[in-house]
């Protein structure tokens, strides 16, 4: 049985060790890459016996800037390390992960030169390999990189080339503003400019009002300048008469801005979401924060015409709830999200959970293509909610939630279904970990005849994976029956396995979009993957 990479309307056909004896690691020349590149395999066979396999290993970087007067930038890549007779193709977007084909490149050529680029733009490359079959590796890794706008560019007199700016975006020293007061964080949101960096000086900043960025901005960022978020938090602020009494965000995007980046900074006690989004905004960047309180995390919004935030990226972050109750609005709040990303974060509840509680994280009115990927819940209730409007059509298309790990403490009220799909085609679930304990009868629901090609593979629960109301998905690979033994630490959180996990290790079905594990180390290990999160490792020598 053989499989392809996936695209909307492609369904998996998923390689069980029972018909497949060769692992993917056994493929010719793979062992020969390092382990800090991006690992793609597209393998192909006849009856059960695999045939052949493309290995390709492609490290995509950004080789210089050709000139800022033409608007391009060279690339280059790794080769193929199992054949020459493989062409690539270039692709490029302007959101993570959404690409279309630029060019493709003859047996032996590993650079490009992307030309036609717009300054202050951000793009995205990735590249492809192709053998002489049309066979398609995965995608190499993923470069963004902005051109930045110069003299020449706006059509003044040239100058010498820059080279290409990708992220994290550096901006120039005079774009560069350093505040230590509340006052002169405010000056510096009222005169920003695209380009720009606002970095505060370690201390709390108590904020009166909201910090309003107002577009239209490209390439600004916002970030504490220690790189640790506890250094610089943002108190407040609390509703007011001006407010008409009512919760207001800590931080506010309006108009149009691109490539908003927020980083190294902590967050609390904001009355209403520490972050709010308008719809026209395009790729935030939200990395390394911390945000309590009871007012939400963030809220992404349509815009007038019906659209939601494009590409936005939210990674290494940590999100405590300081409580519930029936007016406990979701967590992130992402409405009309197209292609986001949602990574390697932790959110942590307190405890005091019920039915009343909004979702942790909720994608739904028009959203789509989303991932939710190697993120950590502990003490929640509704970790995870794909859709929420029943009966209602085109609340999100696509997606993959993976490698997720969900733990509660047992005897807490009921708390509902770890994830759940309620109206979603074509989205995978692969690889978590939910523990639930006893506050729900089931660990994963997908509801709703919108609810249709799911891919539900490798999830090890404590409780039962349920569809109901018509839904349809492809099962395999899940085991339900998991306790708190399997882990080296249940109650502390720590969903790795045990040495004798057996019912998880190498129990799982391969599967081609989910090589990484929830700590980013290559599956499998043995003969198969394990099921769950996380794959078992013997530990280091010392």
């Known amino acids: 049985m053989g499989f392809r990479q996936r695209s909307r ?9 029972a018909l497949f004896p060769v692992p993917l690691t056994h493929c010719p020349d793979v062992m020969k890459s390092v382990l800090d590149l991006q690992r793609t395999y ?105 051109l930045p706008v110069t003299p020449e560019s706006e059509g003044s007199q040239p100058k010498e080339p820059e080279p290409p700016l990708w992220q994290p975006v550096s901006p120039p020293a005079d774009l560069e503003v350093m505040v230590t007061s509340e006052a002169a964080l405010q000056e510096a949101i009222a005169t920003l400019q695209s380009g720009s960096t606002i970095v505060l000086a370690p201390g709390i900043y108590r904020l009166g009002r909201p910090l309003d960025l107002q577009g239209p901005l490209a390439a600004v960022t916002l970030r504490g300048a220690t790189g640790r978020a506890a250094d610089v938090v943002l108190m407040g602020p609390a509703p007011s008469e001006a407010t008409g009494w009512q919760p207001v965000p800590a931080i506010r995007a309006l108009g149009v801005i691109d490539a908003l980046t927020i980083a190294d900074l902590s967050i609390a006690d904001a009355s209403g979401p520490a972050v709010m989004l308008d719809g026209d905004v395009i790729t935030p960047h939200l990395r390394n924060l911390h945000i309590s309180g009871r007012g939400g995390y963030l809220v992404a919004q349509v815009n007038g015409s019906g659209h939601g935030v494009s590409g936005g990226v939210i990674e290494f972050s940590i999100f405590e709830t300081a409580g519930c109750g029936p007016d406990r609005p979701p967590g992130l709040d992402l409405r009309g999200a197209l292609g986001w990303t949602i990574r390697a974060n932790t959110f942590v509840g307190s405890g005091a959970f019920g039915p009343a509680c909004g979702p942790v994280v909720l994608l739904w009115q028009g959203s789509g293509d989303t991932l939710v990927d190697g993120n950590r819940f502990v003490d929640g209730a509704l970790e995870i909610v794909v859709a929420l409007s029943e009966g209602t059509l085109d609340q ?43 506050t729900s009868a089931v660990a994963i629901v997908y509801q709703h005849t919108d609810s249709r090609g799911l891919l539900v593979v490798n999830n090890l629960t404590d409780a039962a994976i349920v569809g109901e109301d018509h839904a ?71």
């Open 42 to 146: 597209i393998c192909r066979s006849t009856s059960v016996a695999m045939r052949a396999c493309l290995a390709a290993v492609l490290l995509l970087w950004p080789a210089t800037a050709v000139s800022a007067a033409a608007e391009a930038v060279r690339l280059r890549w790794d080769p193929s390390v199992h054949t020459s007779d493989v062409e690539y193709l270039v692709l490029r977007g302007e959101a993570p992960g959404a690409y279309s084909t630029i060019a493709r490149i003859g047996p032996g050529i590993t650079t490009y030169e992307a030309s036609g680029l717009t300054p202050g733009v951000l793009y995205y490359f990735v590249v492809q390999a192709v053998d002489l079959n049309g066979i398609l590796s995965g995608l190499s890794n993923e470069l963004a990189i902005v």
């Open 396 to 438: 999100h298309a696509g997606g993959v939630i993976r490698n997720n790990a969900i733990v509660r403490a047992t005897g807490r009220p009921f708390s509902g279904a770890g994830i759940s799909v309620l109206g979603s085609p074509d989205t995978e679930l692969l690889h978590n970990t939910i523990l639930v304990g006893h």
């Open 472 to 542: 349809e998905a492809m099962l395999e690979g899940n085991v339900t029956t998991a306790t708190a033994w399997l882990f080296v630490n249940a109650t502390a959180g720590d969903l790795r396995l045990r040495s004798d996990a057996t019912v998880a290790i190498d129990g799982g079905a391969h599967i081609p979009s989910a090589e990484h594990d929830h700590d980013g180390q290559l599956r499998p290990y043995g003969v198969a993957p394990d099921v769950g999160a996380y794959e078992w490792r013997p530990p280091s020598p010392p």
């Open 9 to 17: 309307g492609v369904r998996f056909a998923i390689v069980r060790p």
